[in-house]
């Protein structure tokens, strides 16, 4: 006879109940009342507060409302169910505000963290505040991300993530506020720009495609000289003088008027535009489109389909915190 091994992976579904001895003493000089703190307690609360909820499972709880978006509701059923922990949805509630205050201080460290960054990439989408019209901005970086939900959506709440003075890379989808920032470097995202001259392309007749198909194949060969550079082929410097000769190709394409509305609007756009295009083939670890802020705004999205957005702006606030403390590593 022979053995097998089988190797199973399952989960412990367990509650950990710990009580805490805390020491009260008072100070013969002033007066005042000291107690003692273990770094597990979660609040300083006693008498009729003294049952509190552990930092495990409040970490479990933001997770999934800011990452999973699982409702305040169904984490306090899934709780109670798993692990027989009892907790209202005030209670979840509770534990996420009680978490986005202390974490102020390391949300201010994303922010300058952000400010300071060689490249920023930028990108918006829209939000509600107690059923009213918001926007969630957020600024990613390789080591951080930052969020912020307003009313507005312009330059203003930009300004509160990268600062009014930003000098790095700006990597962003061709909003006119970005334009802006007079002092960054900008990059506009080429998929955004590919992406839209395929749709003029698929509704155009076959004299007004004859444009958007030549600002593609300008904005495809780009990204092959990229490639080329990428796979060590081509120098940072040939690829500079490349891009300098695709920015006039560019520019010498969008000189004559267009008949077509549509084509006019985008030449428009990728003439004066037309220095940030081809960002990423002069400097060799710039990105080429806004991937990252896109990336980061999926979870956030997440979140709005299933519940909409913040009932008040105190949750607005710790929505912006404790999701740039979750997607920061």
């Known amino acids: 006879a022979s053995i097998d091994d089988e190797v199973q992976r399952d989960i412990e579904v367990r509650t950990v109940v710990r009580r805490f001895k805390i020491k009260v ?3 013969v000089r002033c007066g005042r009342i000291r107690r003692g703190n273990h770094p597990l307690q979660t609040s300083a609360a006693t008498g009729c507060c003294a049952s509190q909820v552990g930092p495990l499972a409040r970490g479990a709880m933001i997770y999934m409302n800011k990452t999973l978006g699982l409702s305040l509701g169904k984490i306090a059923e899934l709780f109670g169910s798993l692990w027989g922990l009892q907790i209202t949805r005030g209670g979840v509630s509770h534990a996420i505000q009680s978490a986005g205050r202390r974490c102020r201080n390391d949300y201010q460290s994303i922010l300058d963290a952000v400010r300071n960054a060689a ?5 918006e989408t829209g939000w509600r505040i107690g059923g009213n019209g918001a926007w969630l901005h957020a600024a990613a970086t390789p080591d951080a991300c930052a969020y912020l939900i307003d009313p507005a959506r312009g330059k203003n709440a930009t300004d509160q993530l990268i600062g009014e003075e930003f000098s790095g890379r700006l990597i962003h989808d061709g909003w006119a506020p970005y334009d802006r920032y007079f002092h960054a470097t900008h990059q506009q995202c080429i998929t955004h720009l590919l992406r839209r001259c395929n749709e003029m392309i698929q509704s ?7 444009f958007p198909a030549k600002i593609k194949s300008i904005l495809q060969r780009g990204l092959w000289l990229r490639e080329e550079r990428d796979a060590g082929r081509r120098s940072l410097r040939s690829t500079r003088l490349q ?3 695709l920015t006039r190709e560019i520019r010498q394409s969008c000189k004559s008027r267009k008949r077509n509305r549509a084509n006019e609007r985008l ?8 220095d940030q295009l081809f ?3 002069r400097h060799g670890d710039a990105d080429a489109t806004n991937w990252r802020g896109e990336h980061a705004m999926r979870f956030a999205v997440v979140n709005r389909k299933v519940w909409g957005g913040n009932r008040t702006r105190r949750g607005a606030d710790t929505q912006a915190i404790l999701m740039s403390v979750l997607r920061t590593p």
């Open 279 to 281: 960002t990423y083939l």
């Open 243 to 245: 891009a300098a000769k």
């Open 25 to 27: 003493c008072r100070c």
């Open 119 to 123: 490249a920023v990439t930028c990108d």
């Open 267 to 274: 030449a428009g756009f990728v003439y004066r535009h037309a």
């Open 204 to 210: 155009a007749t076959r004299a007004s495609a004859v």
